[in-house]
């Protein structure tokens, strides 16, 4: 990170958008003596305080400490802001390392709304786990309804940020955050590059499988661990199903599409 860089454009930025060390200092959540001493090269600012600001200027994390903005032209600032600006919102703990934050699932549509608010995300209740590597992002939702059995409502599932969901790998179970559906949890079939959609399929048979248009997708956690109260049920008829089995059924469901489409 280029510290002098960083000073100047946070200086510049918040005389840009009419803030006073005294009112940007409210808006970022710290002390007015803290702005003065980021901007005078006395101090750092900390990942998520760089977070928060980015917010407020709607400009990405990485062109704050990367560019001399005083030199980018308004349109390609605003470019910037645009294309960058859905940045994951994090929380750090006093050593810099990022928190688990948990979504309940009273809070999934609160999560919905808020999810790049950096002083929503603080909200969230926080916690570790040590032996997950530290080299990734990792958030925690609380699943409801019994479509992914033997995993029962109010299982705790952590998932590991992906950020393009043409990463996902068939047949692993995401934790899907899209404009239509929300937060679900599901067995997931990626169809991206093909017909840019993904296929979600429960791992309880009774429910059905469906797709979903991936340009509709807000967030994806691949699954990498489940925090629950209750053992699984591995004698569940319901889930007897291996992942060939639900590939043939995503399968035949999209050929049943594409015969839909090609009789139109």
């Known amino acids: 990170m280029d510290t002098a860089k960083v000073n100047e454009n946070i200086k510049f930025l918040r005389k840009k958008f009419g803030y006073t060390q005294e009112t940007f200092a409210e808006a970022v959540g710290i002390k007015r003596s803290l702005v003065g001493a980021y901007e005078e090269g006395r101090a750092d600012p900390r990942l998520n305080n760089l977070i928060k600001m980015s917010s407020i200027f709607n400009v990405s994390v990485d062109t704050m ?14 470019r910037i802001g645009e294309n960058e600006a859905k940045i994951l919102a994090i929380t750090v703990d006093k050593e810099e390392n990022e928190n688990i934050e948990l979504i309940p699932q009273k809070a999934s549509a609160g999560y919905l709304n808020g999810y790049t608010d950096p002083t929503y995300i603080e909200t969230l209740p926080k916690f570790q786990l040590p032996f997950l590597p530290k080299n990734a992002t990792y958030r925690a939702f609380e699943i409801s309804g019994d479509s992914m059995l033997p995993l029962e409502p109010g299982t705790i599932i952590i998932g590991e940020y992906v950020e393009n969901p043409v990463h996902i790998k068939n047949g692993k179970t995401y934790v899907i955050l899209s404009k239509e559906e929300g937060i679900v949890y599901k067995r997931v079939f990626n169809y991206v590059e093909d017909t840019g959609k993904l296929f979600l399929v429960s791992d309880n048979k009774s429910y059905s499988p469906y797709q979903i248009d991936a340009n509709d997708v807000i967030e994806v956690w691949e699954s990498k ?40």
């Open 65 to 78: 400490i990367t560019k001399d903005v005083k030199v980018l032209p308004e349109e390609e600032l605003h």
């Open 225 to 264: 661990a489940f925090i629950s109260v209750n053992f699984p049920d591995q004698s569940n008829p319901k889930t007897d199903m291996s992942i060939e089995e639900l590939t043939g059924i995503v399968q035949n469901l999209q050929s049943e599409i594409v015969k839909l489409k090609d009789s139109k």
